[in-house]
């Protein structure tokens, strides 16, 4: 396997640039460098030298020996002044020796080939790195951690104690088995069929903390909805007017609300549109309410609304700074009332948050629903007798296998190339 390298820390001027190099000749490359490295696991400051013996940088030097370090093989990193100047020198001396430079993702991907992680946590490095809010640093770090991997190994092992159980039988079919089997592969059967299933309910919670939380703000024209939505956001994201229909097209804004990543929703004003696009809008405001997490109502009168809230919906009265009774009520414009709706929509989005599970992506989501379906055939056949044990051991096997998957066991080969783009050239 080659030897790689890649500038580890964020592009362009810094107090500290980090260069990795991994590989088989790890030690050699640095040591063209830097001469005498550390022992393994400790660190040393050295002057970084070219070929002609001419100072580039003093760094400090960390080294990790095979299999003790990220990837698994044998590491060096290069924690050099973060000038532009000095990196470029460093990686130009790397180039022109016996390492090249790694592709995106290339050292995450050494480290699951080498059995340093399992697909989820790599999958959860990858949301860690691109987390916004603490609840996705916490959700990605406990997948990062190998929690999901080791719910899916107690898994496995139940699954395969019920297929060996079962093989047992087929193997001594024309002898007396001494002990009847089924009821303890039934009882392996729906543990795991229940456990799955239990994560699966989770998903949807887990999936909208790493993508975040959609809240639509809804209405009749003019009543303040982009106001609001400036106010919230802190900043005029939107277009505001006092002439009704100002707002056409969907506006988002990305906001951390009480750690929660949530994409805030400024929506045509609803009624009958008075032209083509204003009623192109107005559907697009309405499909987008539809399917939003949670609908933020300025109105008086609800019924007046072609949309109807849901359980957990807020309804305000809009524009309070133009009220004498202020119950309810709600203003953009002078941030009455805001501090009060931001809690509640915390509230009622963490409360939506909780419970939520382990699996985040889709893929998780899709083995999971295959393995329950794959397990209750199983129970079928099990309970149909001996004679269909055999197909029921088959049925086991595959469920298996869709699990392992998830952690990259088995069939994910066409899947590394698409996450591993994502991940920058260091990681």
């Not at 297929?163 to 001594?172: K, Q």
């Not at 109502?297 to 949309?307: A, E, G, Q, S």
């Not at 957990?312 to 202020?326: E, I, L, M, T």
């Amino acid at each position: 396997m080659d030897t790689i390298f890649a500038l580890a820390t964020a592009q362009g001027r810094a107090g500290v640039s980090v260069v990795r190099i991994s590989g088989p000749s790890a030690f050699a490359c640095a040591s063209k460098l830097a001469g005498t490295l550390p022992p393994p696991r400790q660190a040393g400051v050295r002057t970084l030298s070219d070929s002609d013996g001419q100072p580039v940088d003093q760094a400090l030097v960390l080294t990790f020996q095979s299999p003790a370090s990220f990837t698994g093989e044998d590491v060096v990193e290069l924690h050099l002044h973060g000038s532009i100047a000095v990196v470029s020198a460093v990686l130009r001396l790397l180039a022109s020796g016996d390492a090249r430079i790694a592709e995106p993702g290339e050292f995450t991907r050494r480290a699951l080939e080498n059995d340093k992680m399992d697909l989820a946590q790599v999958e959860g490095l990858g949301d860690l790195i691109e987390a916004e809010t603490e609840a996705q640093r916490q959700q990605a770090l406990r997948i990062v951690s190998g929690a999901f991997g080791k719910k899916i190994e107690t898994w496995r092992g139940d699954l395969i104690r019920a297929a060996a159980l079962i093989e047992v039988t087929i193997d001594f079919a024309d002898e007396d088995v001494p002990v009847d089997v089924t009821p303890e592969v039934q009882s392996l059967l729906g543990q795991v069929k229940a456990d799955v299933a239990a994560e699966l309910s989770g998903f949807a919670a887990a999936e909208r903390i790493r993508s975040g939380f959609e809240v639509a703000i809804v209405g009749a024209p003019n009543v303040g909805k982009s106001t609001l939505l400036n106010a919230l956001a802190k900043r005029d994201a939107a277009i505001t007017s006092a002439r009704a229909g100002t707002t056409r097209d969907v506006i988002e804004v990305r906001m951390d609300l009480g750690g929660l990543a949530v994409t805030l929703l400024d929506t045509a004003g609803l009624r009958d549109g008075e032209d083509e696009v204003e009623a192109e809008g107005i559907s697009r405001a309405i499909q987008r309410a539809e399917v939003a997490d949670l609908r933020v109502f300025l109105t008086d009168n609800i019924d007046d609304l072609p949309l109807q809230p849901r359980d957990g919906d807020v309804v305000v009265s809009p524009k309070a700074d133009k009220r004498s009774d202020k119950t309810n009520a709600i203003s953009g414009l002078t941030g009455y009332g805001v501090p009060e709706l931001i809690s509640k929509m915390t509230e009622r989005l963490s409360m939506m948050a909780q419970g939520a599970g382990l699996a985040t992506q889709e893929r998780h989501r899709s083995a999971m629903v295959e393995a329950i379906t794959l397990l209750d055939q199983a129970e079928r056949f099990v309970g149909a007798g001996s004679a269909h044990y055999d197909i029921a051991a088959e049925e086991i096997r595959i469920a298996i296998r869709s699990l392992e998957a998830i952690v990259g066991r088995v069939d994910v080969e066409s899947l590394l190339d698409e996450i591993f783009s994502s991940f920058c050239l260091g990681k």
